[in-house]
């Protein structure tokens, strides 16, 4: 994903600002991250340079689960939402220093 394309995104489901911590990351190509709605808390992984913001009911926890322990990020168990209990611990970027 080229990061000049989050100036433009924003939450699917409230249209709220999205955050990003960034885990991998070639010259201006987002490879390996993580979104996350400033207003609803929900997360969207960004997986081979693809930024997975699909409905709920169409993802999958225990096909994103590992990418998430990978990146030292536990899912709370049990619970079927997508959203983050508190503040990812990545590098953190502001969307203005993305180009």
């Known amino acids: 994903m080229q990061s000049r394309l989050l100036k433009k995104m924003c939450c699917p489901f409230d249209k709220g600002d999205l955050n990003i911590s960034i885990f991998k990351q ?11 709605c ?9 997986i081979y340079g693809i930024p997975i913001m699909t409905p ?4 999958q926890k225990s096909l994103e689960a590992p990418v998430m322990k ?11 939402s997508f959203r983050l209990d508190g503040p990812t611990h990545a590098r953190a970027l502001e ?3 993305n180009e």
């Open 38 to 46: 400033s207003a609803c808390q929900r997360y969207f992984p960004i």
């Open 95 to 97: 969307m203005g220093d």
């Open 56 to 59: 709920d009911e169409y993802r």
């Open 70 to 80: 990978k990146w030292g990020l536990e899912l709370p168990a049990g619970d079927q």
């Open 26 to 36: 070639e010259e201006k190509e987002i490879i390996e991250g993580l979104l996350t």
